[in-house]
């Protein structure tokens, strides 16, 4: 019994030590771990998946996706935070900012990018759960490359491929990063399948929160249908400010973007019906391609989410995704480390059953 799906793995991905998030004010120790990389590597490694790593890419495939300045500030901001003595000489070990630039605070001025460090540390981020420390940008290119891989192997005639992204992406905007994530690998993946042939790509998103950094980068283009299913944001779960069931896209967009928000509670029947809904519509559009961004973290055992999926759901909604065509698959969410493993195994083996059954 082995399975047949490339994982796509960077050592990198193991950098990235956010050393907790700060949440009301008060730094938890965070649940966004390098374990986490280590726990869905070996689950699938001995499930009999072949491990394969990560090709480094270079900066200009992400600015297909991303803002310039963002790629640039996260590249070097540790560096300088580094340099201004935040961490030697006044104990501040990570990056988290503290002023935030809003559209209501410049009321209409330009955005400037003052000469303080601690100064233009919000410019680019839009909470403060998601931390920078020395090794983040070698892990967050690692995560991109491991998209990128993955949707090269698909884009060559791969029916399959598992991208081990670490950090996870779904929260990062063109131009901002926020709730764990620095830059989308999905949306990574999803434009260079893109511009390796697919005309037009589904991305399904089943982590248990909204990806809005996914649907924003996509919400005026009809040639990448987004579609998620989530914890309902209204009922108090992050992102809070967007994953809600009347967002459809914008211009050509317009229809090309469906969220399906559930109740705290929700499991493996009503999870499953909703993910049957995202996968019509995505049909509908006879993509030639699909990313799947695939949190764990609505499992029931999950710390961050109230849905109760076990891993019989989830590896019934593997099967589902993968039949739609073409899928890479790439790793959000999922922070129960005991249960991680299996729950990765599960979703994995449905998309395989899904593609090769
Ligand atoms: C990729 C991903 O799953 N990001 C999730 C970010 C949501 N984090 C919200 C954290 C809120 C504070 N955590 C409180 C845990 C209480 N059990
Ligand atoms: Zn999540």
Redo the contacts with the bound molecule.
């Keep these: 019994m082995s399975l047949p799906v490339p994982v796509v793995w960077s050592e990198d991905c193991l950098r990235h030590e956010p050393g907790g ?1 700060v ?2 004010g008060v730094r ?1 120790p ?3 771990v390098p374990a986490r990389a280590l726990v869905l590597r070996d689950a699938l490694a001995a499930a009999g998946a072949p491990v394969v790593p990560a090709r480094p890419h270079g900066e200009q495939v992400l600015r297909a996706v991303h803002d310039p300045l963002l790629l640039e500030h996260l590249a070097g901001i540790w560096r300088d935070w580094d340099a201004a003595g935040l961490p030697a000489s006044y104990g501040r070990d990570r990056v988290v900012p503290y002023v935030f630039p809003t559209e209501a605070m410049l009321a209409g001025l330009p955005i400037r990018s003052p000469a303080a460090v601690h100064g233009r540390v919000g410019r680019f981020c839009y909470d403060t ?2 931390l920078i420390g020395p090794g983040s940008w070698a892990a967050i290119r690692g995560a991109a490359d491991a998209a990128l891989t993955a949707a090269e192997l698909v884009g060559s005639g791969e029916r399959l491929a598992y991208a081990l992204c670490r ?5 990062a905007t063109a131009a901002a990063y ?4 620095y830059l989308n690998n999905a949306a990574i993946a999803a434009q260079a399948l893109r511009e390796s042939g697919a005309a037009r790509v589904a991305v399904i998103d089943i ?3 909204h ?1 809005n950094g996914t649907q924003m980068i996509f919400y005026g283009r009809a040639d990448v249908f987004y579609g998620s299913l989530h914890v309902d944001p209204g009922a108090g ?3 809070h400010y967007a994953g809600y069931a009347g967002e459809r896209g914008a211009g050509p967009g317009q229809g090309a973007n469906r969220n399906l928000p559930l109740a705290p509670g929700t499991g493996d029947s009503d999870w499953l019906a909703a993910l049957d809904v995202l996968c019509a519509e995505a049909r509908a559009l006879r993509p030639d391609a699909v990313v799947v961004s695939l ?1 764990l ?1 609505a499992a029931a055992t999950d ?3 109230p849905l109760c999926v076990t891993e019989a759901g989830y590896l019934a909604a593997g099967r589902k995704v993968a039949a739609l065509g073409p899928a890479v698959l790439i790793q ?4 129960d480390l005991p249960t991680l493993g299996a729950l990765a195994v599960a979703a994995v083996s449905g998309a395989a059953a899904g593609a090769y059954g």
Excluded: I, K, R
């Design positions: 998030e949440w009301l938890d965070g649940t966004e759960m998601t950090p996870p992406g779904h929260h926020g709730g764990s994530c982590d248990a929160h990806g779960w992050f992102p949190g973290d710390p961050e989410s959000e969410g999922g922070y």
